[in-house]
C-alpha cells in the first residue's frame, strides 16, 4: 500500500498535501481501493469556506456513493476539471493527477488534528 511520507492523512481517508496555506486534498490509495472503480464526482463547493468536517462533494463508484470530508477548516479554491470526464484518474494515480480539490486553509490549527503517513498506516492496518 502506498502511503507517500510528505502528506498529511485524515481518518475519512482523505490526504493533504500542503504548500504554505494552500493544499491540495484527495482520497488515499486504501479508499480508492475500498471504492472500487470511481465514474463520478461531484464538488458544488468551488468558492466556499467549510469548517473541517463539513462535506465538499461526494465521490461515486459503481457499487456506492460516498461524502467527502474536509480535512479543516478551509475555502475551496479549485475543483479538479479533468475529473469530470476523467473520474478514472483518482483510480490510476489517487496522490498525483487524481487530487480533488485545491484549498486555502483558514484555520491552521487544524493541522494538527491530521495523520503523518506511520499514524495512517496503524489506522488502515487495525
Known sequence: MNIP??????KDHEWVKIDGDEAL????????KEL?????????TEGESLDAGEAFGTIEAVKTVSDLFMPLAAEVLEFNEE????PEIVNKDPYGEGWIIKIKITDPAGLDELLDADSYKE???A
Open 83 to 86: 475529473l469530470e470526464s476523467n
Open 123 to 125: 489506522l488502515i492496518e
Open 36 to 44: 472500487g472503480d470511481i465514474v463520478f464526482i461531484e464538488v458544488e
Open 25 to 32: 486534498i484527495g482520497i488515499t490509495e486504501f479508499a480508492q
Open 5 to 10: 511520507d510528505n502528506l498529511k492523512y485524515t
